[in-house]
């Protein structure tokens, strides 16, 4: 089984700032990764698939680049809206699942 | 845009079982999308659960393999999870997903489209 971790637990930053979050695979996963950011309250919404496509309608200040076993989920400038929990995850071919990181909180400072 | 929404029991009894649907509309669930459970107990994070194609073909989480059952009805566009001998460790909200393959570069699908989720209890 892949595990994936996902450092660090909190992020705490101020609106304007940049954010850098990191994901690490215990064997390579290539670049079929995912992004999910999770509100309060809601559901995850996919930001970023296969490593660094931004999803359908995600604002251009989420991108996510990384192959193998290291990931990076990078938010330019942070708007009040982005704070949330975001999860990655990734498949694994056989047997086939899916796992999740245990999610990084950004945090307003 | 595909549209997915779980019903069910919120309260289940410890050893019973977890019966909750998830109605797509939308789309059609005999499209090319997989469809998935996922679970996350309250204030942790995300576990898959499983997942069923239009055909019938299913895939489950190894840890929760010999308590899952995941069905699709496709003359009512609807797929559903039964989970066995419950305890309170399997307290969770219990989202429904769609996997889709959001490129056609892409070689494995991904969560796209969700429902709202439901809190399932397990308590006697």
């Known amino acids: 089984e892949i595990v994936l971790t996902q450092s660090p637990a909190t992020l705490s930053l101020s609106p304007g700032e940049r954010a850098t979050l990191s994901c690490r695979a215990s064997?390579?996963?290539?670049?079929?990764l995912a992004w999910y950011q999770q509100k309060p309250g809601q559901a995850p919404r996919l930001l970023i698939y296969d490593a660094s496509n931004r999803a359908t309608g995600i604002p251009a200040r989420f991108s996510g680049s990384g192959s193998g076993t290291d990931f990076t989920l990078t938010i330019s400038s942070l708007e009040p809206e982005d704070f949330a929990v975001y999860y990655c995850?990734?498949?694994?071919?056989?047997?086939?699942?899916?796992?999740f990181g245990q999610g990084t909180k950004l945090e307003i400072k | 845009q595909v549209q997915l929404q779980e019903s069910g029991p919120g309260l289940v009894k410890p050893s019973g079982t977890l019966s909750l649907t998830c109605a797509v509309s939308?789309?059609?669930?005999?499209?090319?999308?997989?469809w998935s459970w996922i679970r996350q107990p309250p204030g942790k994070g995300l576990e898959w659960i499983g997942e069923?194609?239009?055909?019938?073909?299913?895939n489950y989480n190894p840890s929760l393999k010999s308590r899952v059952t995941i069905s699709v009805d496709k003359s009512k566009n609807q797929f559903s999870l039964k989970l066995s001998s419950v305890t309170a460790a399997d307290t969770a909200v219990y989202y429904c997903a769609s996997l889709g393959y959001c490129s056609s570069t892409s070689r494995y699908p991904y969560f796209d489209y969700w429902g709202q989720g439901t809190l399932v209890t397990v308590s006697s």
């Open positions: 064997q390579s996963v290539s670049s079929y």
């Open positions: 939308g789309g059609s669930i005999s499209s090319s999308n997989w």
């Open positions: 995850q990734q498949r694994s071919n056989w047997p086939p699942a899916y796992t």
């Open positions: 069923i194609y239009h055909s019938g073909s299913t």
